[in-house]
């Protein structure tokens, strides 16, 4: 059996790094005896995808929806798959296609895997093998008489040393190196969040409860890449220290072991509660951590359910600061009745905090409080306003976007960052300022591009 899996197309993109979730289903159709490839389309023209795609027959082609603005290429790839390949089953799965079935289901795709996808895609692959009966494989949806219907849920997996372990010799990173002017991955450590914050759709995604690997596996991974002689690792995890214990445990393996290499984690405020923990991060080599902060307003803390205060978020940084551990804070802006004097705040706090921050503005994605309050859910025409610094909500939206503007335009003008961005000896370090420059210049060349189709289609 032939199986094609695609990351798709993307209009803006923060990192260009390998699929995590598609590397482990490829190990997974590996196992079963199929013949797996693989394709990365994130920065290909869509009409270039396709002629990929096309070129040849597949038995199974699987395309992850994962972000709300690659969703009209989903879309579009199943329609235009099917034209040429009626018979080749297309599945999707990831957090848009979870959530926003309907989009999926009726644009050309046969089946959804929904949620967590390593288990439900092993029973889908041995299904098309030995044609049991679809109502036994838990975590799948598809049509049915024009609706749509969705098996039980899937058990989240308790075990995640369990997952495959990759050691990435079925896969080419050189071109993601290449990209990015880095040796560079992601990794990936636990699941699951224990909060339920109101613009995120983690839980609904990865379940309620935090699950971990071991701190032999995670370090295990590390060494993995560090044959591969890689200048960085990156934690993707929602909040790597919701287990301290675990954290702490496999800091000091590092250490033990002297694995010798960079790397950086994202973390909640209130997380850490051993101050020596900061320590351990230090002497292990952890060079970066990503901080979300959100607001320096305990009124928009507490509205987007957060799970600290702005007193965590200021000793967090100190403690971080003070190991001279790289910040890089994050903020939101755009909420509905947010003040300019609340905005403001927020901006200070992260430049007083941290050379490396960004802002974001809060959208309305899929599964967070907001979606279904959107006038534009389930149009997909306007999928595209998603990661390109769009204000949804208030009646201050210009006042918010020229904020938005005028900090980011004396952030990048910084003689600081652009020294970090292009001299700092640490590499991981110079990429975390250098990756913000590429993502910037993508976004306002995204935003020029939507303006000038705007006029072109209006002017017909």
């Not at 797996?36 to 389309?41: G, P, Q, S, W, Y």
């Not at 993995?224 to 445990?249: G, Q, S, W």
Request: hydrophobic share 40%.
């Amino acid at each position: 059996m032939k199986i094609l899996l695609v990351v798709p197309t993307v209009d803006t993109c923060y990192e260009h790094v390998p699929s995590m979730g598609l590397m482990n289903l490829y190990l997974i159709g590996k196992e079963l005896g199929c013949e797996m490839e693989l394709i990365d389309l994130t920065d290909v023209q869509y009409k270039k995808g396709l002629d990929i795609i096309l070129s040849k027959r597949y038995d199974i082609i699987g395309i992850t929806c994962n972000f709300t603005n690659a969703a009209p290429y989903c879309m579009q790839y199943a329609n235009d798959i099917k034209i040429t390949y009626p018979d080749t089953i297309v599945i999707s799965g990831g957090n848009h296609a979870t959530l926003v079935p309907e989009d999926i289901l009726f644009h050309g795709y046969d089946f959804i895997i929904y949620g967590e996808g390593e288990l439900t895609f092993r029973e889908f692959v041995k299904y098309c093998l030995i044609k049991r009966s679809l109502q036994d494989i838990k975590g799948l949806m598809y049509l049915s008489d024009g609706k749509i219907i969705k098996n039980k849920p899937r058990e989240l997996i308790e075990d995640l040393d369990t997952l495959p372990f990759n050691d990435y010799s079925e896969f080419d990173l050189e071109p993601y190196f290449k990209k990015s002017g880095l040796r560079y991955i992601s990794m990936e450590t636990s699941r699951g969040c224990v909060y339920n914050c109101a613009f995120c759709s983690t839980v609904r995604m990865w379940g309620h409860r935090y699950r971990h690997k071991s701190p032999r596996r995670i370090v295990d991974e590390f060494k993995i890449a560090k044959k591969l002689d890689l200048d960085f690792v990156f934690l993707e995890d929602d909040d790597v220290a919701l287990n301290e214990d675990n954290l702490r445990a496999f800091c000091k393996l590092l250490i033990e072991e002297d694995v010798g290499l960079d790397w950086g984690m994202g973390i909640g405020s209130a997380s850490i509660k051993d101050e020596s923990t900061f320590d351990l991060l230090s002497e292990s080599r952890c060079v970066k951590v990503n901080v979300c902060i959100e607001s320096a307003n305990a009124r928009l803390l507490k509205a987007y359910r957060k799970p600290y205060t702005v007193k965590d978020n200021e000793k967090l940084c100190e403690s971080l600061n003070k190991r001279r551990i790289l910040i890089h804070n994050h903020g939101v802006i755009g909420y509905f009745d947010e003040t300019v004097r609340e905005i403001l705040n927020t901006y200070f706090f992260l430049i007083k905090t941290s050379p490396l921050w960004h802002v974001s503005i809060l959208e309305p994605r899929p599964g967070s409080d907001y979606w279904q309050d959107w006038p534009g859910r389930n149009d997909s025409t306007k999928y595209n306003l998603f990661g390109k610094a769009n204000v949804f909500w208030g009646s201050k939206k210009l006042l918010i976007y020229v904020l938005y503007r005028f900090f980011a335009l004396i952030y990048f003008l910084s003689p600081v960052r652009l020294y970090k961005a292009f001299f700092e000896k640490n590499k991981g370090v110079s990429y975390s300022y250098r990756i913000q420059y590429f993502v910037a210049c993508r976004t306002v060349n995204e935003n020029i591009n939507g303006i000038l189709k705007s006029i072109f289609m209006s002017s017909n």
